[in-house]
């Protein structure tokens, strides 16, 4: 299994990003898959994700301005990051898991990314 996770870059506050995560070696179309973000010196965090349904949750300083969504058919899960803030800046990971248990818990995924670097500039 890989989940490949690419488009992280350096921005500036109030730019866009969009973060591609690529799944092999695994039936995709049940999954639900999640990004989760660790800032230097923080724990890693939740920050959306989405069900084999397109539900989706995500965390509150995110709201509004992020949006996840999927495409089963290029077993693909996307994170578009806009209106950037300084405070984005993580290394952000993609994970995957087929069970219902909550998806803001990292525990509960079955599987990872490798992560992939954001930076936004003030």
């Known amino acids: 299994v890989q989940l490949q996770a690419s488009g992280g870059g350096l921005v500036q506050a109030g730019g866009s990003l969009r973060l591609s995560c690529a799944a092999s070696g695994l039936t995709f179309g049940p999954r639900h898959m999640g990004w989760f973000r660790q800032a230097p010196g923080k724990e890693r965090e939740f920050v959306a994700a989405?069900?084999?349904?397109?539900?989706?949750t995500f965390y509150g300083s995110v709201k509004g301005r992020f949006t996840i969504s999927r495409d089963d058919a290029k077993n693909t899960v996307y994170l578009q990051m806009n209106s950037l803030k300084p405070e984005d800046t993580a290394v952000y990971y993609c994970?995957?898991?087929?069970?219902?248990?909550?998806?803001?818990?990292?525990?509960?995924?079955?599987?990872w990314g490798q992560g992939t670097l954001v930076t936004v500039s003030s």
């Open positions: 994970a995957a898991k087929s069970n219902w248990r909550t998806v803001v818990a990292s525990g509960n995924y079955d599987y």
């Open positions: 989405i069900t084999w349904s397109d539900g989706t």
